[in-house]
């Protein structure tokens, strides 16, 4: 039976939706620097109103609009100064027939209900200001029109009130919804626990002394690191011997510390993959899916965590993330899924028919040039603007033919 790329997703879907449902709760502080595009494991309620008092919305003067009621640009109502209320202060009182200077966000004085905007006095700007404590009011400001009762006031609660829900569980806290939580009081939010990966790359030949001849760099281990960082994902990179009983043992310490083991490599019908030795006498499944790059695949189910197997080209290994891990951990930080864009080919592409293949494409002046499908080539994946999928049974396209890509490296 052919494993498409559909099935091998339901496989994975099966396989981990248990662990991410079991990740548990943590508290974040509202300061925490990770804190940004969690999601809330509980609903949230407010604590303060939004406002949290009844405030100025505007620098000017709070008034009774019952004293400016006769106002008129021929006949002015000029009215006494009262105490400033500034940002920050208590409460004051206005005295009836008296207006308070009142700065942006501080306290309405009780007995005031509306704002006179500084500007809209007879002056336009403040005369010297008194606040309590600090001397006695003197002075008069002149206001050639009445001012509605409400004018300019933000009222008590006018956003939220206090005890409603500002954050349902399974919201994800961006960054303006971070600013509503800590407007309404709130300082320590509960969040899904973030997942933790041990990110596993295998082969001897990696990591070494590449001076030596058989030897390269491990591009996998911070490629792939980086790639789950950009998900909120907790990684830790060991690179694993291709001894398969060091390699279990490994595993086996590595079962309780983490939710899920990522491995790189190993996995082919070559005659030393260790991931696939060691692995598929304790259930592992490993299989071809009917893609390209990238059709090696595998996974495991151990007694404590789960184990998911990606094959070791660096290409491969991007795209098997992109394809398979991507839509469950957009699914479990609540991330739309990317849309597609559609562009005219530039030139003609040819692909197995048998097969998903999945390209790398650059995208120029309107239209998609498709790249070469080595899965080896990383430094062309890393100038490639997008994905291009053509589906099995689909074994040429032509030059002008609308194609759908997915946008890569943003």
């Not at 094959?311 to 795209?319: D, E, H, M, Q, T």
């Amino acid at each position: 039976m052919v494993c498409t790329l559909e099935s091998h997703r339901a496989e994975l879907n099966e396989l981990l939706g248990p662990v991410f449902a079991a990740l548990g709760t943590e508290l974040l502080d509202i300061n925490s620097p990770v804190l940004a595009d969690r999601v809330t494991s509980e609903d949230i309620f407010a604590t303060l109103p939004i406002p949290a008092f009844t405030n100025s919305q505007m620098d000017g003067y709070a008034a009774r609009s019952t004293d400016l009621a006769s106002a008129s640009v021929s006949i002015p109502v000029i009215l006494p100064l009262g105490y400033t209320a500034a940002a920050g202060d208590p409460q004051i009182s206005l005295v009836p027939g008296t207006v308070s200077p009142v700065m942006t966000g501080a306290m309405i004085p009780e007995g005031a209900d509306t704002v006179i905007p500084v500007e809209r006095s007879v002056a336009g700007a403040f005369p010297q200001l008194v606040r309590v404590g600090h001397g006695i009011p003197t002075g008069e400001a002149s206001f050639s029109a009445p001012s509605a009762a409400g004018q300019f006031i933000r009222p008590l609660g006018e956003d939220l009130a206090a005890g409603a829900l500002v954050a349902a569980a399974g919201t994800r806290l961006t960054p303006t919804m971070i600013a509503a939580l800590a407007s309404s009081g709130l300082q320590q939010i509960p969040v899904h626990r973030s997942l933790r990966v041990a990110l596993c790359t295998t082969g001897d030949e990696l990591g070494g002394d590449t001076t030596v001849q058989g030897q390269i760099p491990d591009a996998n281990s911070p490629m792939l690191a980086a790639w789950l960082r950009h998900y909120g994902v907790y990684v830790r990179t060991l690179q694993l011997p291709d001894d398969p009983a060091r390699f279990t043992q490994a595993i086996d310490q590595l079962q309780t510390q983490v939710d899920l083991v990522l491995t790189v490599g190993g996995i082919s019908a070559g005659a030393y993959e260790v991931v696939r030795q060691s692995l598929a006498p304790r259930g592992g499944n490993f299989h071809h899916v009917a893609m390209q790059p990238g059709g090696p695949q595998g996974f495991a189910r151990l007694e404590q965590c789960a184990v998911l197997c990606f094959p070791g080209n660096p290409v491969s290994a991007l795209l098997s993330a992109e394809l398979f891990l991507a839509p469950l951990l957009r699914q479990l930080n609540r991330l739309p899924e990317p849309q597609p864009e559609s562009y005219p080919l530039a030139a003609g592409v040819n692909s197995p028919a048998n097969k998903h293949q999945v390209r790398r494409a650059l995208i120029r002046e309107g239209r998609v040039t498709v790249l070469d499908p080595g899965s080896h080539l990383v430094h062309d994946l890393a100038h490639a603007d997008a994905l291009v999928h053509i589906p099995v049974g689909v074994s040429e396209l032509s030059a002008g033919q609308i194609i759908n890509t997915w946008r890569l490296n943003v």
